[in-house]
């Protein structure tokens, strides 16, 4: 009898196709038919889906159309870090949001909060229009951003720690390398068609119209994930969560572990928090460069990471999360002091900052998000996520809105030993140091099983040659999709 070939773990083209017969919820699937192997690869396969359309959703309403509505805004400095800001502000109520996954579910709570969070940019699509104060829509502006960041904490609180159960342990980091991958090229291509569509507004006079018409299509694309999202089973028989107390808040402080990657990422998302906001601005206002040319950046960064993210995934699950962490904070450290060298016209640190800049950011934010899965037990994991993200959050926060009070103090250019500097490039260079300082942290992390960075290379060598042609994690791995 021939053997049938085993569905690939990622065949993201013909997921919509199910979308468009009717078929029961896995919520009326039993707990058995839940945590079948079949149904958690389907899950997987409906979640790289909905991450490519999320990456797009993102690219209508974050980075360069961010500071696209902050210059039609004429939003200053001051207030530009405050909004980048918002999103990490809002891990305060992280605590809140592990109780709800606690009580209601990680997928229940994920959908509910994404869903209401996405379709939040539907005031945007007529505020330029509206005949008020430039003020009022300011203030508009603002209410929404920290609104969808609130509840994108709640609903990503929720995801993760539904994705933490749904996807087994061992196969984590391959997961969601190419799971990464694949968000990342959705991600390049809407950023490119967002910055296009936005310059071409702006030189026919009609930024404003622009900016509705992406408002509009982000709702659009955020009610088709919402749909994705509840095609997606419950993680398979988790374990009962007991009732949350005021005890369990602490409990991230007394594990060793947990304590010293909270103090890493409190550290280094100040040191980021403190330039992160201001890049973009930097380029629009500082090095001429249009929204085309920032979305060219932004894409050629995301591109870099596709290509290095598969690699990275597989040297996560080799050698571990710390020798990742430390392979790229000492190299993250040093980019924003490489900005203060560009110019309009030697933009060269620019394009370095994308191949550096989108590699090693590739291989950051995977170890970092995968680690307190890994150190932290998985009860009341909710709890240990949520430390983890306010602990980074409200540090990215402060720093970020210290950083834009700081440019605005400071004169836009100065001459100093000779060279024109801007507020951005102090900043920048302020941020360097901050990293540096960071990286001693780092060094205590403390994870089981993590081997020597010496490890790194030889581990992440054999996935690159595996990429190169053409191979995923490989067809029998979806078979190995199980508790």
Same mark, same amino acid.
């Given at each position: 009898?021939?053997?049938?070939?085993?569905?690939?773990?990622?065949?993201?083209?013909?997921?919509?196709?199910?979308?468009?017969?009717?078929?029961?919820?896995?919520?009326?699937?039993?707990?058995?038919?839940?945590?079948?192997?079949?149904?958690?690869?389907?899950?997987?396969?409906?979640?790289?889906?909905?991450?490519?359309?999320?990456?797009?959703?993102?690219?209508?309403?974050?980075?360069?159309? +961010?500071?696209?509505?902050?210059?039609?805004?004429?939003?200053?400095?001051?207030?530009?870090?405050?909004?980048?800001?918002?999103?990490?502000?809002?891990?305060?109520?992280?605590?809140?949001?592990?109780?709800?996954?606690?009580?209601?579910?990680?997928?229940?709570?994920?959908?509910?909060?994404?869903?209401?969070?996405?379709?939040?940019?539907?005031?945007?699509?007529?505020?330029?229009?509206?005949?008020?104060?430039?003020?009022?829509?300011?203030?508009?502006?603002?209410?929404?951003?920290?609104?969808?960041?609130?509840?994108?904490?709640?609903?990503?609180?929720?995801?993760?720690?539904?994705? =933490?159960?749904?996807?087994?342990?061992?196969?984590?980091?391959?997961?969601?390398?190419?799971?990464?991958?694949?968000?990342?090229?959705?991600?390049?291509?809407?950023?490119?068609?967002?910055?296009?569509?936005?310059?071409?507004?702006?030189?026919?006079?009609?930024?404003?119209?622009?900016?509705?018409?992406?408002?509009?299509?982000?709702?659009?694309?955020?009610? +088709?994930?919402?749909?994705?999202?509840?095609?997606?089973?419950?993680?398979?028989?988790?374990?009962?969560?007991?009732?949350?107390?005021?005890?369990?808040?602490?409990?991230?402080?007394?594990?060793?572990?947990?304590?010293?990657?909270?103090?890493?990422?409190?550290?280094?998302?100040?040191?980021? =928090?403190?330039?992160?906001?201001?890049?973009?601005?930097?380029?629009?206002?500082?090095?001429?460069?249009?929204?085309?040319?920032?979305?060219?950046?932004?894409?050629?960064?995301?591109? #870099?990471?596709?290509?290095?993210?598969?690699?990275?995934?597989?040297?996560?699950?080799?050698?571990?999360?710390?020798?990742?962490?430390?392979?790229?904070?000492?190299?993250?450290?040093?980019?924003?002091?490489?900005?203060?060298?560009?110019?309009?016209?030697?933009?060269?640190? #620019?394009?370095?900052?994308?191949?550096?800049?989108?590699?090693?950011?590739?291989?950051?934010?995977?170890?970092?998000?995968?680690?307190?899965?890994?150190?932290?037990?998985?009860?009341?994991?909710?709890?240990?996520?949520?430390?983890?993200?306010?602990?980074?959050?409200?540090?990215?926060?402060?720093?970020?809105?210290? =950083?834009?009070?700081?440019?605005?103090?400071?004169?836009?250019?100065? +001459?100093?030993?000779?060279?024109?500097?801007?507020?951005?490039?102090?900043?920048?260079? +302020?941020?360097?140091?901050?990293?540096?300082?960071?990286?001693?942290?780092?060094?205590?992390?403390?994870?089981?099983?993590?081997?020597?960075?010496?490890?790194?290379?030889?581990?992440?060598?054999?996935?690159?040659?595996?990429?190169?042609?053409?191979?995923?994690?490989?067809?029998?791995?979806?078979?190995?999709?199980?508790?």
């Amino acid at each position: 009898m021939p053997v049938k070939a085993r569905p690939r773990l990622f065949a993201p083209f013909g997921l919509f196709v199910p979308l468009l017969r009717p078929a029961p919820l896995p919520e009326s699937a039993d707990k058995s038919a839940r945590a079948s192997p079949g149904t958690v690869r389907s899950a997987l396969r409906y979640s790289v889906a909905e991450g490519a359309l999320a990456e797009a959703f993102t690219a209508c309403t974050s980075n360069a159309m +961010l500071t696209a509505w902050a210059l039609a805004l004429d939003c200053k400095p001051l207030l530009f870090g405050v909004l980048w800001a918002l999103p990490y502000l809002a891990q305060v109520v992280q605590f809140p949001a592990a109780w709800l996954s606690s009580r209601l579910g990680g997928r229940k709570t994920a959908i509910a909060a994404i869903a209401i969070a996405r379709q939040l940019q539907l005031p945007l699509a007529v505020l330029p229009l509206l005949a008020v104060s430039l003020g009022a829509k300011q203030a508009v502006f603002t209410a929404v951003t920290a609104l969808a960041a609130l509840l994108g904490v709640v609903g990503n609180n929720g995801w993760t720690t539904w994705m =933490g159960e749904l996807v087994p342990s061992r196969l984590r980091g391959r997961y969601f390398g190419r799971r990464t991958a694949v968000c990342t090229l959705a991600g390049t291509i809407a950023a490119l068609g967002a910055g296009v569509w936005i310059d071409a507004a702006r030189r026919h006079g009609l930024e404003r119209e622009g900016l509705c018409c992406m408002a509009a299509l982000a709702c659009g694309i955020g009610a +088709l994930t919402s749909l994705l999202m509840r095609r997606q089973c419950e993680a398979p028989a988790a374990e009962p969560q007991p009732a949350p107390c005021w005890s369990t808040l602490l409990e991230p402080w007394r594990d060793g572990a947990v304590r010293s990657a909270l103090w890493f990422n409190l550290a280094w998302n100040a040191a980021v =928090g403190l330039a992160a906001s201001f890049f973009l601005l930097h380029m629009a206002e500082n090095l001429g460069m249009g929204f085309l040319a920032i979305s060219i950046y932004c894409a050629a960064v995301a591109v #870099v990471r596709m290509l290095t993210s598969t690699a990275w995934g597989a040297a996560i699950d080799r050698v571990g999360c710390k020798p990742v962490i430390l392979c790229c904070t000492v190299g993250i450290a040093a980019i924003p002091a490489l900005w203060t060298f560009a110019g309009p016209h030697h933009l060269w640190p #620019v394009a370095l900052d994308v191949l550096l800049g989108g590699a090693l950011w590739a291989g950051f934010n995977q170890a970092t998000f995968q680690l307190p899965l890994r150190i932290s037990p998985r009860r009341n994991r909710a709890f240990h996520l949520a430390a983890f993200s306010t602990a980074g959050g409200l540090a990215f926060a402060l720093a970020s809105a210290v =950083g834009g009070a700081f440019a605005q103090a400071l004169p836009a250019h100065f +001459l100093l030993r000779g060279h024109v500097w801007t507020g951005f490039e102090v900043l920048f260079i +302020l941020s360097t140091v901050a990293r540096l300082g960071a990286v001693a942290l780092a060094v205590r992390l403390v994870e089981p099983g993590a081997q020597r960075v010496r490890n790194l290379w030889p581990a992440a060598g054999a996935p690159l040659q595996l990429a190169a042609q053409g191979a995923g994690i490989g067809e029998s791995a979806p078979a190995r999709i199980e508790k």
